[in-house]
């Protein structure tokens, strides 16, 4: 069978229990925006594979174990990753679960379907000494750039300020970026160096910040004219209004300051929750403790940094011990 054609853009879901689903991430999960738009968008390219392959519009209650068969072939052939394979059957599933328990559908269809093994990937970090010229590029370019201007948008002082104490921040204190983004002047206690941090599923966590992420933000405080004290942003998008900083954005700055620093720009921001994780373990921190300042709801999400820590040690004896 030739592989179905899949509208370049699927048809916008209006579906009640759709709807209904979206709705309860929102409110009874503390969902952020950008899982409810991954979970949205996953039932929108499975409608839309619907809708090509039966020339129908997808009716969820009625749908069987072979029909979820039928379109892990098709992701196969469209050759998607293991990993983004999962994550959408992971969604669906999740919504299969909220159908059952709100009597919407009477099975779970997708329950026991065999998926392709996702291949073991250590999380990619940058050393010491990465994090380090990473943390010096931001003042560094922009020095560079008052010596001898370049083409473009010229980088401010501002905008510099923001993004060293961005970076900072983030290494410092191991976070996701929609929780940086959604860091409010008010969650910063100054006193006891102690952040609080709005967490998937809305979980609190407090969590301690180095003095050289609060010198930035103070720096960059500092020379703005309107500091965000209170519940505004501490982050801005920009210097002319208090709305936060992007997701997209601090992306974008980040590739900026990792070409730069001699670095791989492909680095999301992520890895520097990665970078911070390992660097925790591998000067001794203990794996409960950082699965706490993590966030991470199972410890087994933690344990991956400690098989990072056990390569780099095995590597380690293997380069300096004479009998390894």
């Not at 008052?146 to 204190?173: F, Q, W």
């Not at 983004?181 to 941090?197: F, K, P, S, T, Y």
Request: proline share 7%.
């Amino acid at each position: 069978m030739e592989t179905p054609s899949q509208p370049e853009s699927p048809p916008e879901i209006r579906d009640e229990r759709v709807e209904k689903f979206l709705a309860h991430l929102a409110a009874d999960r503390g969902a952020s925006v950008y899982t409810r738009r991954n979970y949205q968008q996953t039932l929108k390219e499975f409608a839309g594979w619907h809708q090509a392959e039966r020339n129908t519009a997808v009716a969820w209650a009625s749908l069987q174990r072979d029909d979820f068969r039928n379109y892990l072939r098709y992701l196969g052939r469209n050759r998607l990753s293991r990993a983004a394979i999962s994550l959408r059957f992971s969604a669906l599933r999740t919504f299969y679960k909220f159908l059952t328990r709100q009597g919407m559908a009477g099975t779970l269809p997708i329950k026991n379907l065999s998926l392709p093994k996702i291949e073991k990937r250590l999380p990619k970090f940058l050393t010491l000494q990465q994090m380090k010229d990473l943390l010096e590029a931001p003042p560094k370019l922009l020095g560079k750039l008052k010596e001898k201007p370049g083409p473009g948008r010229p980088l401010s002082a501002e905008v510099c300020r923001r993004d060293l104490a961005v970076l900072e921040t983030i290494y410092s204190c191991g976070l996701r970026v929609s929780e940086l983004c959604g860091l409010r002047g008010d969650d910063i206690d100054w006193a006891e160096q102690i952040v609080r941090v709005r967490g998937k599923g809305k979980k609190e966590r407090l969590v301690p910040i180095g003095e050289p992420a609060l010198r930035a933000i103070r720096d960059y405080w500092d020379n703005l004219l309107d500091p965000p004290m209170g519940p505004k942003p501490v982050f801005r998008s920009d210097t002319k209004n208090a709305s936060p900083l992007k997701p997209l954005q601090l992306a974008r700055r980040l590739k900026v300051y990792l070409r730069f620093a001699g670095l791989d720009p492909s680095l999301t921001p992520h890895k520097l929750r990665h970078s911070y994780a390992t660097h925790l373990l591998d000067a001794g921190a203990d794996l409960r403790s950082v699965q706490e300042l993590l966030g991470h709801a199972h410890l087994i999400t933690t344990q991956v940094y400690t098989h990072v820590s056990t390569e780099r040690l095995k590597k380690a004896y293997e380069a300096a011990h004479p009998r390894a």
